[in-house]
């Protein structure tokens, strides 16, 4: 029998297997964490592959390989959280170059570009990318890149990556997808036309809320390797223990994907028929206005459907009700962050996207935004429906 090439292997086996050989000196089956600052080299300017940790990190290495693999890409890179890896990305830019940027994306990446980087001379838009004239219409000249988030963050509009991308290399410029909501097991965005991939590693890809990372994934080696030089200028690199624990959650990503998304469309379903709910958002719903488009791109290896563990919906009291709910859950957290295994309750109009108030990109105070964990499904709704009681 033939052995199966690596870059043959299913998502699964590539999780638990790319860039995590055996360690050579003793055989240690996981990839060990190479606690190290530096590195003894043979000779003056002769080292192993390694010669600071700011650099390059054993550990760092088998992560980057193995979320590239994921990803389907050729480099990854991994820095010290996903707004580091950003900042890393925008660093490649220079003063006057224009980007154009998903109208609801996370209140942190708003945050970055309107308040930090647009001092220093970039030029943003914020654009609804589900709508293609809309997205022709803000490419100008000077547009150097377009910014997806998909799903967003937190209204969870789903951009059509592969037509957008079309549209952007029309004009020779660059597509970054933040692809943290779906994962690589949903949605692969250099296979649907993207140059680029960033994830926060923090969510589903560490997916046990113990760790801060990011990445970028792409195949242009050109973009890697200055990437891949401001990612060793800047230096916001993760530690070892950081990179050893996003690769211990890879490992089970694609079985928590498959319930995190489980879980989530009962619970939309269910949500739907709550008179205390004004309206639900969640791709998997026949509802959402881009449903057809997640059907389409949101797919698992095997080319199933699957819409992941992030809901949003809109409480029927507007602000006080919202925070009523969250107060009152005992199962789901009132917490920030998403994509572990436990589930999380916020109002993203108070706690994580408070930097866009004011701003057209604010969301509604009645806004609810839940991250579906994976414990028993009967007992999240439980939970659920005891809060909706309480209002």
């Not at 579906?372 to 709704?381: A, M, T």
């Amino acid at each position: 029998m033939k052995t199966i090439a690596a870059d043959a292997w299913q998502f699964e086996t590539r999780a638990i297997h790319a860039g995590q050989d055996a360690e050579p000196a003793t055989g240690a089956v996981i990839t060990p964490i190479y606690q190290t600052s530096t590195y003894a080299q043979r000779a003056v300017g002769e080292h192993r592959g390694y010669d600071y940790a700011r650099t390059d990190n054993p550990t760092r290495t088998a992560l980057q390989e193995c979320l590239a693999s994921l990803e389907r890409g050729r480099f990854g890179l991994a820095f010290a959280s996903g707004m580091a890896a950003i900042t890393t990305l925008l660093l490649y830019f220079q003063q006057g170059d224009h980007i154009v940027v998903a109208d609801d994306v996370y209140g942190g990446t708003y945050r970055l570009f309107q308040r930090v980087f647009a001092q220093f001379g970039l030029e943003f838009s914020f654009v609804d990318l589900t709508d293609l004239d809309a997205a022709r219409a803000a490419l100008r000249a000077n547009t150097r890149l377009v910014w997806i988030e998909s799903p967003t963050n937190p209204l969870l509009k789903v951009v059509d990556i592969a037509a957008v991308s079309a549209l952007a290399h029309q004009q020779k410029i660059l597509v970054g997808v933040d692809n943290t909501f779906a994962s690589p097991y949903l949605q692969r965005p250099l296979e649907l036309g993207a140059d680029l991939v960033m994830h926060s590693t923090t969510k589903y890809l560490g997916g046990h809320s113990d760790v801060v990372g990011g990445a970028l994934v792409t195949s242009n080696e050109a973009l890697y390797e200055r990437l891949k030089f401001l990612q060793n200028a800047a230096g916001a690199v993760p530690a070892p223990l950081d990179c050893w624990l996003v690769l211990r959650g890879l490992k089970t990503l694609a079985l928590r994907v498959e319930r995190h998304s489980q879980n989530a469309m009962e619970i939309a379903r269910w949500l739907e028929l709550q008179p205390q709910v004004k309206r639900v958002l969640y791709p998997g719903l026949p509802s959402h206005p881009q449903h057809a488009v997640a059907c389409k791109q949101m797919l698992t290896p095997a080319g199933v459907p699957a819409f992941g563990g992030m809901i949003s919906f809109i409480a029927d009291g507007g602000e006080a009700a919202a925070k009523k709910i969250a107060a009152a859950t005992k199962i789901f957290t009132l917490a920030e962050s998403l994509g572990g295994v436990e589930s999380l309750i916020e109002v993203p109009a108070a706690m994580t996207h408070m930097s866009v108030a004011n701003s057209p990109l604010a969301v509604a105070p009645g806004l609810v935004r839940l991250s579906v964990g994976i414990e028993n499904i009967s007992d999240l709704q439980q939970d659920l429906g005891q809060a909706l009681e309480n209002l």
